[in-house]
């Protein structure tokens, strides 16, 4: 039996709804809690006429700072993502989640600065380091690197995950988020497979409902955010995950939709499923991440797009500053 009530709605009853853009009016709209950008969000956002004076202003703030060359353009690009963020908000009443240098996946040490830099940012602007999620990569070096930051009171949201080692490796961290990437885990094994998956069977409904119950098992504090979603029914299998990040255009089909959303993943039934508590060291954890080729093949993509994405930003700043 339908209800009255969206199922963006009902969703929010038992998941914390955060928004995966960088489109402002999406989240005024839509009224998450949290938000997540990247380097690909950020660049589409920078390019639209609406955007382009938090860009500017990062530019002509910048410009007398005394550095030059690339290190002039890093540091532009991070009072981008900080402008970004603080504009972000002011709209939201939770987190923003900013993410490191994605060519600073496999430096621990330059992780750990970037973070600092990004943090440090926000604090000079009066904006408390609770409400900021530092997003890195879930490689070994980005796993230890929030080890760390979290040790120091930044926050951190580890992304590009794609396996359970990964989730696990994280919650031994005590990081404070992970983001699995439920759409991209599909979308490789709907290649691999030549096939589709109904959202029941989804591999990446499957890969977050076992990181879900094993989480709440073992008493892990490590929050689960699914993140990147191919359909509306990938978020309706998830409904009950501690958060779900939701593109603009899957928060609209929600909210047009008033079918009865049940909620499907519950704590309360984590403790009867079977396995034991697993500990990774280094030469395990990169073992079984090597072990797992739709893992290890949708990291170094990950990794590699917001690289390249990075670099189309540098080439946009450059282009301002001549």
Known sequence: MAESTSQLDQLKRFTVVVADTGDFESMKKYQPRDATTNPSLILAAASKPEYVH???KAVTDRKASGLTGAKQIEDIIDHVLVN???EILKIVPGRVST??????????AGTVAKARQLIGLYEKNGLARERILIKIASTWEGIRAAELLEREGIHCNLTLLFSFPQAIAC???KVTLISPFVGRILDWYKAAMKRDY??????GVQSVTAIFHYYKKFGYKTEIMGASFRNKGEITELAGCDLLTISPSLLGELADSTDLLPKKLDASSSKSIAGDKISLDEKTFRLQLNDDAMATEKTSEGIRKFSADIVKLEQLIASKLK
Do not use: K
């Not at 993410?99 to 621990?108: C, I, P």
């Not at 109904?198 to 591999?203: K, R, V």
């Open 99 to 108: 993410e490191t240098d994605a060519r600073l996946s496999f430096d621990m």
């Open 54 to 56: 938090l860009v500017d």
């Open 171 to 173: 919650a031994e961290a």
């Open 198 to 203: 109904s959202p029941t069977e989804d591999p």
């Open 84 to 86: 970004f963020g603080m």
